[in-house]
């Protein structure tokens, strides 16, 4: 069914979460006991009033961050969804993760809704860099401004643009597919409804139910997310 849909549909938008970054070994967030949540509180380490004024913690937590990621690597799903955008089977990726796997793995058009940890930048004069810096532990720019990375901090408001261009996205598809979600972080998990309302048909893939299960056209439970991806792609291209 999920293969007829993908195959018939003329624009496809993938809305991925923690659940494809899980699967290639990062720790998620929100998981009892092996969250990263549940280690630091994010509201005293990863927020602008730690980098104003506990540096070093906001420095050093982030650097374990950048170095976590660094140790993993896109599994095949990113790639699977790389080759999709490629052949033209989907047209965008929406994604709630910062760990950058999309753009490693070759996918072009994606919207980060809240950053990306492959970045650092500039607090001061904005300068970008990679994310070797805090690697290296170099934390200031070379105009002596704190470098940080680019997500978004607990106390900042979210960015416009990529949540703007998310939107139509998500107005503009016919088929919309929730990959590694609880959709349990707004405003992001009103994507999926928006492009249920416009008439997309709706698949969510996660390992647990969601609260929107009930508005969706095809669930799949109890499978990874790689997984699913693999075998679509093997029905898709056979």
């Known amino acids: 069914m999920l293969e007829k849909l993908l195959k018939e549909s003329t624009y496809t938008v993938i809305y991925t979460g923690a659940g494809m970054s899980t699967e290639s070994g990062l720790p998620d967030f929100r998981s009892s006991q092996t969250g990263l949540w549940e280690q630091k509180d994010p509201a005293q380490v990863a927020s602008t009033e730690a980098l104003n004024r506990d540096v070093e913690t906001f420095f050093q937590f982030y650097r374990e961050r ?14 699977i969804l790389a080759k999709w955008e490629k052949e033209g089977l989907i047209q965008s990726i929406i994604t709630q993760n910062v760990d ?15 950053g990306t940890l ?12 990679g994310s070797e810096m805090y690697e290296q532990e170099h934390f200031y720019c070379e105009c002596g401004g704190k470098l940080r990375p680019s997500v978004i901090l607990f106390g900042e408001s979210l960015p416009e ?20 979600s609880s959709l349990t972080v707004t405003p992001a998990n009103q994507f999926p409804l928006i492009a249920k309302e416009c008439g997309a048909k709706l698949v969510i893939i996660n390992l647990e139910p969601t609260h929107f299960d009930h508005h969706a056209d095809i669930v799949i439970h109890d499978q990874k997310a790689g997984q699913v991806l693999k075998e679509l792609d093997e029905e898709i291209f056979k």
């Open 161 to 180: 643009e990529p949540f703007m261009k998310a939107a139509e996205e998500s107005e503009k598809a016919d088929l919309f597919i929730v990959i590694g």
């Open 118 to 129: 492959q970045k650092v930048h500039c607090q001061t004069c904005k300068k970008e860099y």
């Open 66 to 79: 950048v170095l976590g990621v660094k140790d993993c690597e896109p599994h095949e799903g990113y790639q």
């Open 100 to 114: 950058g796997f999309h753009a490693e793995a070759g996918s072009k058009n994606i919207m980060e809704l809240h």
